[in-house]
């Protein structure tokens, strides 16, 4: 057991285990969390038989005070899906993480101070860029949401410096982040497809920017990054059916198209639905992944 002596505040701390930290792997349990029995088990064998991986998270499962309330919170499994994702969002749990610690030494890897409240984030997207992430599909820890939370009381500047994250990332892609409509560029990557003709346009645009930029950065795996984004344009046209003649032309005249995986089935429902002008609008949830 290690005590501060004074209050030094979470990320010096993290940083200190880290530099006190005498074993092979770093796993992160925070105080008020119940860890699924055998957790670590898992972990462990996974890291041990996969010795190319910097680190491996899990589902977690959300428990909520005053109620008997419990949501499970998935994550994508394989470390390409986990990059594309990061582009909106922490997709890595901090607290299930496991953590080689002579890979985060090696590449010098902290916990960084200027990303207050989003430390994590911050530290799985530089730890992704150097190393392979693995989110193994099942609930390992069980997480405790009330309204002191620091991620309740710390809100604004979780949001703030989240994306700040995401910024560098566009910015390592080649994207000048200062050119973005964040409202429009969260409303396409969370599924948010309620969207008039310009922000529509907008989504389109954004799209074929980041597949140019980042086939010339290499900054994600392209093909993967390419397939995400044309998924999500098609779902937006076939969300977007209200607008009739003018969607079925933008989705079929876009350069996206080229790239486009829909099957026929779904074209055709897509063609019918713009006939018939159909309306349906998808809300997102607060704890969306798609």
Known sequence: MVSNGKNIKLI????????????????????????????????????????EYAACSSWVKFFFENSDYTLLYKLSEKHEDIRIKTLYQNHFCHPASFIRKDFINQHKLRFDPAYIHSEDYCFFVRLSEVG???????????IRKHSTNVSVLNADAQNRNSLLVIKFQLERM?????DINYDIYFKYFY?????????????EKLALDMIEANSKSK??????????????????????????????????????????????????KFYIK??????KTKLPSKYNNN
């Open 12 to 51: 010096a701390t993290l940083n200190k285990g880290i530099d006190l930290a005498k074993g092979k792997y770093i796993c992160r349990v925070d105080a008020d969390d119940i860890n699924v029995h055998n957790r670590i088990e898992k972990q462990v064998a996974f890291m041990e038989q996969n010795p």
């Open 132 to 142: 392979k992430l693995y989110n193994l599909q099942e609930n390992l820890v069980n």
């Open 174 to 178: 080649g994207i000048n982040p200062d």
């Open 191 to 203: 599924a948010n497809f309620n969207m008039n003709k310009y922000e529509i346009e907008y989504a």
């Open 219 to 268: 900054y994600l795996p392209q093909i993967k990054l390419t397939d995400f984004l044309t998924d999500k344009w098609f779902h937006l046209c076939m969300n977007s059916t209200q607008y009739g003649n003018w969607t079925y032309n933008k989705y079929f005249n876009s350069l996206l198209f080229k790239y486009d995986k829909a099957n026929n089935y779904n074209k055709l």
């Open 274 to 279: 713009t006939k018939l002008k159909y309306k």
